[in-house]
């Protein structure tokens, strides 16, 4: 049984960061290519960034040089680095875990910046 757990989630103030983990279990973890995405209110979800495999990343245009995405194989998660936080950030952050045809969710965590 696949579960992937974030945390790291909260408030916090314009202009400060957080860090998201996401750990994972039930899957050959350093296999699949992970990503974080969010869904603000009456939004889609969108992603936000994602790491494959072998190391490499992609983000989304508007966090692109303040998010960082990294993974742990050893120990099975994966981390989501957010500096200069807006309120344009705030929403609901989901962990996934891909590789062909499996997909897996995490229950997500809330980010909300404001003042």
């Known amino acids: 049984q696949v579960q992937l757990v974030e945390s790291g989630g909260g408030l916090v103030q314009p202009g400060g960061s957080l860090r998201l983990s996401c750990a994972a279990s039930?899957?050959?973890?350093?296999?699949?290519?992970m990503g974080w995405y969010r869904q603000a209110p009456g939004k889609q979800r969108e992603l936000v960034a994602i790491?494959?495999?072998?190391?490499?990343?992609n983000y989304l245009d508007s966090v692109k040089g303040r998010f960082t995405i990294s993974r742990d194989n050893a120990k099975n998660t994966v981390y989501l680095q957010m500096n200069s936080l807006t309120p344009e950030d705030t929403a609901v952050y989901y962990c996934?875990?891909?590789?062909?045809?499996?997909?897996?969710w995490g229950q997500g965590t809330q980010v909300s910046v404001s003042s």
């Open positions: 996934n875990a891909a590789r062909a045809p499996s997909t897996y």
């Open positions: 039930g899957l050959i973890f350093s296999s699949y290519t």
């Open positions: 790491i494959t495999r072998g190391g490499s990343t």
